[in-house]
């Protein structure tokens, strides 16, 4: 359904990005993910490189991304979406590559190939949404997890003595050589989701330049993992998650 | 003051009120009614909307098109 | 056959389908009889619809999964355009009627709409729509006792929902009215 | 809700049902992953594991992880389990492959969903194959018990803890997504009514009385491995002997059989009614052990009846098995549904009748 | 060496045999991690990959990560290749069983070596389950063919490719650790003989022409995932119909039926020359697809030999499909060696006198 | 064979720790492999926690080490000793337990339980014998192969653009809370092999004291893989090694 | 049966046992003749014992592992005792004389003990002691041509041996000699 | 100067040369002579040895027993 571009003498400033399907998304109100799929899209549509650029989807709340994100797609075993990118990016060298990843995906069980892909530099882009929780299976404990958090997994809240501490492995991955452009946004404002993009914006270019792995983390809300509103959630988030996720780039180019 | 507005696609939004509390003129608020899935949805309360697109841009559902005064367009994810 | 009693009940995830089953399942253990609840998960309850099937018998349950329904009680359109067809000859369909556009066809089998949800939302809040549904059912179809479904519901219920009680009752019992006013109706007309 | 004789009468889920009946058989150590239809597993171990003072319950990192933690608690002599759904078993098939070469015992519980590949989360039967010719590498079984309804979700735990123990072998439960899912009335076991055997091999610390105890599947000389997979195969041959468990369903009468696993066999049961008010006399045939499967029962039934009808969730993985042992002396005939689908009761007696209806009951 | 036919004749070993014919096969792309006894291939390939530019050829950090590698490049179009030995096969099974459903052309090479567990690196047969019955969750099949010499080791690379490609299903090279060490003499077809069909599925970027491309295993709907395995089961009739393969030798007049595949079947056939010596006649069925089963000519045989015996290195797998073909028409006995040893012809000799000498040939 | 306590007057001073088997070890001549095997068994038997130890062998050259270690152990799968060692540990609290892996082993496959390990803080001693080279197979390249490396699978020299850069694994362990002792060693040297065998001792100390993961790189020699006579290699060791990984505490606790 | 000739080479690890067979193979190819070369492999090459199992023959070979042989060629003690056993009647057992302590005890065959080593020795480097057997070896059964084993060696050699080449070439007729004379001693003893 | 002595284990010995390197007296050599398993081993060549126990403490096999003049000995794993 696309509205008018003219309406009562006004013009249109601001719509879907023609790289969105029409498909409504399956998320949760509020959920963060939707407003990550609608920047990387502007970013593909506003850059012209609809035609060369893959994805893939993880095994997640995001795992159906292909069905609104309107590029060639690959759906990746859960961890494995940054091995998925490397063979896609190795056999088409002058594509566009990236990877879209929950926290579970990409801290727990992929963990090694995280650690690999940005080891070896691969020129892709991942997006990694750490929300804290793994929502798509039902707001279990996620490696990001903070301490204290209730899940259906530590229903008593996370202990670090039993499952150790919250892992930011976005830190870790910034001081390997092969990782060229790492940082840290959100999307729960409007000034965040613009900052966002730019680092969007920012991590295709370089893949042209072929620098190495460029890796955004986007602190994300999850309000159904979480059980709160959209607006708590984003709340909690800035309350909770940016003193031990701090917002910034962590590594970042020369410019 | 600039004057824009909004179109809301009702049946696309899920009421998540992440645009309302974005919007800085205050001018969104959620329909008494629900739509088909069950969701009350964004709609303008009044007409100080200003096309800033601060709702838009953090729709989690690409749900809100915005419009505004002519004037030079701004160019965010404008390809039609 | 036997003497089983096998029920579907279906709506929108949150609407309380699901719970409505353990109440019936819980309260049929109670009285000692054999009983299966069987919840659809998966995809369609992502804020799509639920559903379960529930089957109250005398004796070992063989399939807890059936096709053909006694009873189908079903709180949105979807739910009704999908189970119509599967209520047996003479069986119950109950189904919420402040939220259905196209009401059921079918005469060859006792169909019911009751408004729950306004109802529930006279008495306290919607949440006991689903109360006033099973009051209903139960009124039409006593597979289980009333005072077993209260007690169930003692135990149903969690700790901090536990002052929802009182409410719960009073929907029971309202659905219980409607059902019987509905019945007096169809005598009338 | 305790009865006179210790147990416990309860509504529970088939998922939680088997948490807390491990829980009760004396479990000491779970590690696992959340996958759907079987998240409810640890959950309610997370949940409930405080009431049972010293019980290890670990999220890992991956199924990987977890498979290999189990294999270093079995080998350190602890009565350890393991659950998942499809995707993730297919992980562990390294692991598993380790631990019956090892000679461990550790419980696999398998709630699958539809496949191949990321699938459904619907129930299914296609993993049959896996759990029971081997999914991993090299020659090796896994003890496999199919239950069919929420009790044996729960008896079936200390049966398997039991004969993992008796043979130091993995076992597995492969229950579908319908099984973890439902609801039904179950008794529940006193705690402490399972006892552990001694576990002479196990690695706890190596005092000077004995020789260090060394857990591992490396025997680099083939002849070495070879007298290994001797052990497993003599292993494998008693189980054939003495573990077969199988529910035969009145086939005392019968001219036709079901055969029929888990959840499956209950349908069938429904299907069998309906035949039967047909006038068509049909038996069921419920293999409750999968390995070791009841090749014997379903070779006996061959003298008896027309033909076999096997119904699965899966393409037809389990009818192989039956056509083994039944060995071109009777037809067998397959139906299922595959990826998530359940047949109906309706489905099989149609097939029921199609089978009847052949106008020669003669081998294809 | 160049012969005038433009094929090259070498002595090679059958891992680096295998290596550079997928380098003129065409490949394009090869993901692994080394482990005993196909280490060669990627040693080979990286060495040798220099002289055919733009050729992919990385080592992964894990035979997990490499088969998530081959699916993304087969995924994105690419001939790709990928190889291991058993444990490390045991890791991608999850990985298979998403290439299936998500349909993706690729070839994989296992070269067996004994298990189960780490085991030992001696030849071994013991993976023929996980290969032809699918060793990962749900219903799916590869296509497996199994050389027995190093010339077969390049025949089949070429073979392989086109019949993934054709069907987009994984395909597999099913060899054992001897095949891969053993030098024979191979001739080496010329470079750009196996030309790539168009892959217009592939995510290669969308251009404005047609609509988006998905790679996916995914989907969610069970109606819709049934659908899927329906087209799979589709392909796996054609398969069974169309691509089966199968060697015979000395069949006109034998009394008894050797089956055999890979590397076993050359030392069987020294023991039916053994046997023939001894005036038994004896016959050797090779079935070159081991999915699909060659199980049309074994039926046939059913009615010309008195019995058959299946010889494996494992403890007796293969036999399984011999035993489902014949379908008690006719005695079906197996002999094996496992966890790394092989048959010696005189020991299989002795099996065949043991049968022969059998007081009835009936089935037990 | 047993040499005698006493000899010409002279009192043994050293000798090989009972807690080491009579086999004789199968490492090729010069390996740092027996170096690190002795010493830790020195480090059991002096401690007298023989009968407390359980020690984790990997997929290597040390997969044997159980031949050699009087010690229960288990033989762990390619890359998942750190799991094993969890799983013991977390069932037997009061035991010691160790992980010794190479660095294919640990750095390569096992990369998501080595991270997931630490970060929980297990309460084991990690040892990791970082050789730069896959020894067991023959030679191939590891994640620690230095730039320009030739390996088996690097014929030509290991290249940053193809295979990305040497992991230094340990150094971004060091950095998870849940390490406690963080410390590179090696054992070419006498007085290497003291030190080496101090931060061992420490390890096991802080063991008891449940403090978290203890973790000892050692930058080992590989003769056999590196093409070299055992005095060449540590030669290379020092010289090319060492500046890449050098040598000294990453993370220790204050005294 | 057919014209194969089955032969085991068996010694030390690095005593170029796996080589001696390879330039075997390659010059039977180079013949056109069939050929297989089967190495053992794995544990026992660690330091231990390593063979390999040549196959020459004019026609497509069955199984490239056989279990008794034409000729065996052990270079150690352990081989000799190994492999003694498995020459066919009317075989050829050569062993090398200078590390053997228990000379073999069949008299049903050809034995023959070569010091090679000491030859070797005494030519360039021990290195070459394989090329003195194998040069006995063609001398007793010449089923390769010897023309052809030297342009195999120029093939088989990497190009940083190539100038072992004439010490190579020297071996091979230093066995040669050896392998007369002893001929030589046998018919006269 | 302290008189120490070391006992090598000949057959175990694999003639690596790192004790030979290790020891700050030059008093170790290899044999000419081969053990069983083909390597040449190490062997004192002079009395020079202090029982320093560095050539031990580098030994890969353990191969080396090292003995000192009495004075209180080190207790470097000894256990016996
Ligand atoms: C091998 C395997 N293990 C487990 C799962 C189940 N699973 C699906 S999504 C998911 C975690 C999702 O969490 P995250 O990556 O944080 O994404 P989110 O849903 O939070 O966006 C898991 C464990 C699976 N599909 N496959
Ligand atoms: C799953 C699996 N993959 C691969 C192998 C083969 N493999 C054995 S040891 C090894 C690497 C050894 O290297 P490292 O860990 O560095 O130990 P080192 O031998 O150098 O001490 C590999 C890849 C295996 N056994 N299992
Ligand atoms: S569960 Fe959480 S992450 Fe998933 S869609 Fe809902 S809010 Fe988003
Ligand atoms: S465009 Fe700006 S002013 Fe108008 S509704 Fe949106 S946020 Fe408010
Ligand atoms: S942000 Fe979008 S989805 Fe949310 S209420 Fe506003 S318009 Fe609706
Ligand atoms: S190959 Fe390398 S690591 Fe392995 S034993 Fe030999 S020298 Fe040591
Ligand atoms: S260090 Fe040990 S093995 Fe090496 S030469 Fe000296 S004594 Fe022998
Ligand atoms: S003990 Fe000291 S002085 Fe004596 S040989 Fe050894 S290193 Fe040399
Ligand atoms: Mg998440
Ligand atoms: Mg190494």
Not at chain 1, 101 to 107: E, S, T, W
Not at chain 3, 29 to 42: A, D, H, Q, T
Not at chain 4, 289 to 297: G, H, K
Not at chain 4, 303 to 310: D, K, L
Request: glycine share 8%.
């Amino acid at each position: 359904m696309k509205e008018p571009d003219v309406i009562e003498g006004m013009e249109v400033v601001y719509r879907k990005p023609q790289t969105l399907t029409a498909t409504p998304m399956h998320y949760c109100p509020g959920c963060s993910h939707g407003v990550v799929h609608k920047i990387l899209m502007e970013v593909v549509d506003e850059m012209g490189i609809q035609d060369k650029t893959v994805g893939v989807a993880p095994v997640g709340c995001s795992v159906f991304a292909y069905d609104y994100m309107n590029v060639d797609m690959q759906e990746a075993a859960h961890g494995r979406a940054s091995a998925v990118a490397t063979g896609i990016r190795r056999v088409l060298p002058d594509t566009y590559v990236f990877a879209y990843q929950g926290d579970g995906d990409l801290a727990a069980i992929g963990t090694g190939e995280t650690v690999h892909t940005v080891n070896r530099g691969e020129n892709i882009l991942m997006v990694f949404i750490n929300n804290g929780i793994y929502g798509m299976t039902g707001g279990q404990m996620a490696p990001t997890s903070l301490l204290g958090m209730k899940t259906s997994t530590s229903p008593y809240g996370r202990e670090a003595a039993v499952n150790g501490y919250p892992l930011r492995i976005t830190e870790l991955l910034a001081q390997l050589p092969g990782a060229y452009y790492v940082t840290r946004q959100s999307v729960h404002t409007t000034a965040a989701v613009r900052k966002c993009k730019k680092a969007i914006e920012a991590s295709f270019r370089y893949q042209t330049e072929k620098r190495g792995t460029c890796f955004i983390e986007v602190v994300a809300n999850c309000p159904s993992g979480w059980k709160m509103t959209p607006n708590e959630a984003n709340d909690w988030l800035e309350k909770n998650m940016f003193p031990y996720y701090p917002i910034g780039d962590i590594k970042a180019p020369k410019q | 003051m600039i004057r824009g507005t909004i179109v809301v696609d009702t049946q696309i939004c899920k009421g998540c009120e992440l645009c309302i509390t974005a919007c800085p003129q205050d001018c969104l608020e959620l329909s008494p009614g629900l739509n088909q899935k069950g969701y009350r949805y964004a709609q303008l309360k009044n007409d100080t909307c200003t096309g800033c697109v601060n709702c838009a841009i953090v729709c989690p559902d690409c749900a809100i098109t915005v419009y505004r005064q002519a004037k030079k367009p701004r160019s965010v994810a404008v390809t039609a | 056959m036997n003497h089983a009693h096998e029920i579907i009940i279906a709506g929108f995830g949150g609407q309380g389908v699901l719970s409505m089953g353990q109440i019936i399942s819980y309260s049929a253990m109670k009285e000692g009889k054999e009983v299966s609840w069987m919840p659809s998960y998966g995809p369609e309850m992502r804020g799509g619809t639920a559903n379960c099937i529930v089957i109250v018998s005398e004796q070992r349950i063989s399939s807890p999964i059936v096709t053909r329904f006694d009873t189908a009680i079903v709180l949105n359109q979807p739910s009704l355009d999908k189970f119509q067809a599967a209520v047996k000859p003479g069986g119950l369909l109950l189904y919420e009627r402040s939220t259905i556009i196209t009401p059921p066809t079918r005469t060859d089998i006792e169909v019911m709409g009751i408004p729950g949800l306004e109802e529930a939302q006279r008495l306290t809040s919607k949440q006991v729509a689903n109360m006033v549904l099973l009051g209903a059912f139960l009124e039409r179809r006593p597979v289980v006792k009333r005072e077993n479904v209260i007690s169930a519901l003692h135990s149903v219920l969690p700790p901090h929902r536990q002052h929802l009680l009182p409410a719960n009752e009073q929907a029971l019992a309202r659905g219980r009215e409607l059902a019987l006013e509905h019945a007096g109706r169809l005598v009338e007309s | 809700m305790a009865q006179s004789n210790g147990t416990d009468v309860r509504l529970m889920k088939g998922n939680e049902a088997l948490a807390e009946a491990a829980l009760r058989a004396g479990m000491q150590a779970y590690f696992g992953y959340p996958i759907t239809p079987q998240s409810e597993v640890m959950e309610y171990l997370t949940m409930h594991a405080p009431e049972h003072p010293g019980v290890v319950i670990l999220q890992a990192e991956s199924e990987l992880a977890a498979i290999n933690m189990v294999y270093g608690a079995a080998g350190a002599g602890a009565r350890v389990m393991i659950s998942s759904s499809s995707p993730g078993i297919s992980l562990m098939q390294e692991g598993l492959s380790y631990m019956t070469s090892a000679q461990l015992p550790a419980l696999v519980v398998n709630v699958q969903r539809g496949g191949p590949g990321l699938g459904t989360i619907q129930p299914s039967q296609g993993d049959y194959f896996q759990a029971v010719k081997g999914g991993g590498h090299g020659d090796y079984r896994l003890i496999v018990l199919a239950p069919a309804s929420v009790q044996e979700m729960v008896d079936f735990v200390f049966d398997a803890f039991r004969l993992t123990e008796k043979y130091r072998n993995p076992a597995m439960i492969l229950a579908d997504g319908a099984l973890g899912q439902m609801m039904e009335k179950v008794a529940l076991p006193p705690v402490g009514s399972l006892p552990r055997s001694a576990a002479p091999w196990a690695t706890v610390g190596k005092p000077a009385t004995r020789e260090r105890n060394i857990v591992t599947s490396l025997f680099i000389q083939p002849e070495r491995m070879e007298q290994i997979n001797l052990q497993l195969q003599a292993k494998y041959r008693t189980l054939e002997k003495e573990e077969v468990r199988c529910e035969q369903l009145q086939m005392e009468d019968a001219d036709f059989a079901l055969v029929a696993f888990g959840l499956t066999s209950r349908i069938c049961q429904k299907a069998m009614e309906l035949a039967r008010q047909k006038g068509i006399r049909v038996g069921l045939i419920r293999p409750i052990t999968l390995y070791p499967f009841p090749s014997a029962v379903i070779r006996k039934a061959a003298g008896q009846v027309e033909a076999f009808v096997t119904v699965e969730m899966n393409a037809g993985q389990m009818v192989e098995d039956v056509r083994l042992a039944v060995d071109g002396t009777r037809p067998v005939h397959f139906t299922g549904r595959m990826g998530g689908m359940i047949p109906t009761p309706e489905e099989i007696l149609a097939k029921i009748e199609a089978v009847v209806a052949e106008p020669s009951l003669q081998h294809a």
